[in-house]
């Protein structure tokens, strides 16, 4: 089994920075990617940032020069700086991962519970 745990949410002013932190655990024998998504309320869910085993980043048009997604592949756990925060940036985010349990065994896509960003003065 494998679980994903996010923290670093809360409550900041607009302008402020937060940083969001999600650790793997649990039978992992790799990992392809990590990534963030969000959801607002009565909005789809949409793809913050992601990164692959390569290094490679993935960047949604709104949080870019803004956001950056890191990655300490020796504690399976993704980083996702946020500065200059907006209210629009308010909304739940969700870590997503997927990973390979065995060696040689196919990937598998996880997520995590959420963590609650409010962006408000």
């Known amino acids: 089994q494998v679980h994903l745990v996010e923290s670093g949410g809360g409550l900041v002013q607009p302008g402020r920075s937060l940083v969001l932190s999600c650790a793997a655990s649990g039978r992992i024998f790799g990992i392809d990617a990590m990534g963030w998504y969000r959801q607002a309320p009565g909005k789809q869910r949409e793809l913050v940032a992601a990164?692959?085993?390569?290094?490679?980043?993935n960047y949604a048009d709104s949080v870019k020069g803004r956001f950056t997604i890191s990655r300490d592949m020796a504690k399976n756990t993704v980083y996702l700086q946020m500065n200059s925060l907006k209210p629009e940036d308010t909304a739940v985010y969700l870590c997503n991962a997927y990973i390979k349990p065995t060696r040689g065994g196919p990937s598998h896509n996880y997520w995590g519970q959420g963590t609650q960003v409010t962006v408000s003065s």
């Open positions: 990164t692959t085993s390569g290094g490679s980043t």
